[in-house]
C-alpha cells in the first residue's frame, strides 16, 4: 500500500533554518491531509492539517502546502528548533471515511 | 491538558492467548480507534467505533479482533488467539466529531507475542 509516500527516510537541519518535509500521494479520493509528529515511546500528536480545497495552511512556525496537480504536499518548519526533532509522518483521508493512511515518516533532525 | 490513556504499556504474552489492551479515550470525545504499528512499518488503521458500535474497519480486523466499550470511559480491544504477527504497538486515538482528522492519540500498548 503505497498511498502516501514519504521519500526521504531523515532528514538533518541546523537550528534556526527552515525544515521541510516532503509527502506525495496517489489516491485523488484524499480530501484532507495531516500531519503528526511522533517522539520515541509516545504516540503521534497533530500538528497541522489542510483540506483538499486549498494549497495552504499556516500555525505559527509550522506551514503546509498542498499541490493537488503535483499530488504533493510538504511541511515546513521555520525557525526549526532542536525541541523539533522527531519523526513526522504525512496522513491522508479518503474522503468519507474514517481511515488515515500515513507515510513512512520522516526522521527529522535539527542540531544547534 | 486532557489526553488518552493507554494500558498496559507493554505485555508480553504466548502465542494462541488472548489480550485486552486498554484505552481512555479524552472524555467529551465520540469516536474512537485503534490503530497499529507493526516495527519498522506504517502506522496502519484497524477500526473506528461510534455509538456502541463499529463505524469502519481494515482487512487487517478479522474476526480474531472486536472492540468494546465496556462502560462510559473504556474502550478495549481484544484479540482472541494472538498470532506472532500480532506483535506490534497498538495505538488507541479518540476525535470530537468524525472526519475531523485530527485524532488524539494515546501513548500506544506495545505487544510482544512469543
Known amino acids: 500500500d503505497q498511498q502516501v509516500k514519504q521519500n526521504s527516510p531523515s532528514l538533518s537541519v541546523q537550528e534556526g533554518r527552515i525544515s521541510i518535509l516532503n509527502c506525495d500521494y496517489t489516491?485523488?479520493?484524499?480530501?484532507?491531509f495531516l500531519w503528526y509528529k511522533k517522539y520515541p515511546a509516545e504516540g503521534p500528536t497533530f500538528l497541522i492539517s489542510?483540506?483538499?480545497?486549498?494549497d495552504k495552511n499556516e500555525d505559527g512556525r509550522f506551514t503546509v502546502f498542498l499541490n493537488k496537480s503535483a499530488k504533493h504536499l510538504s511541511l515546513h518548519i521555520v525557525p526549526s528548533q532542536p525541541g523539533d526533532s522527531a519523526v513526522y509522518f504525512c496522513a491522508a483521508r479518503i474522503k468519507n471515511t474514517d481511515k488515515l493512511i500515513f507515510g513512512t515518516g520522516t526522521r527529522l533532525q535539527v542540531f544547534p | 491538558e486532557p489526553e488518552v490513556t493507554q494500558t498496559p504499556s507493554h505485555q508480553v504474552t504466548q502465542m494462541g492467548q488472548e489480550v485486552i489492551l486498554r484505552c481512555v479515550p479524552i472524555?467529551?470525545?465520540?469516536?474512537f480507534y485503534w490503530y497499529r504499528q507493526i516495527l519498522g512499518q506504517k502506522v496502519e488503521f484497524l477500526v473506528s467505533?461510534?455509538?456502541?458500535?463499529?463505524?469502519?474497519k481494515s482487512e487487517i480486523f478479522d474476526d480474531q479482533f472486536s472492540v468494546e466499550r465496556p462502560d462510559g470511559s473504556n474502550f478495549t480491544l481484544k484479540i482472541r488467539s494472538t498470532k506472532l504477527e500480532d506483535s506490534a504497538m497498538y495505538f488507541c486515538?479518540?476525535?470530537?466529531?468524525?472526519?475531523?482528522?485530527?485524532?488524539?492519540f494515546g501513548e500506544g500498548s506495545r505487544l510482544t507475542v512469543l
Open positions: 472524555s467529551n470525545h465520540l469516536y
Open positions: 489542510i483540506s483538499s480545497i486549498k
Open positions: 486515538a479518540s476525535s470530537r466529531e468524525r472526519f475531523a482528522g485530527e485524532l488524539f
Open positions: 489516491n485523488s479520493m484524499f480530501d484532507y
Open positions: 467505533f461510534y455509538n456502541n458500535e463499529i463505524s469502519e
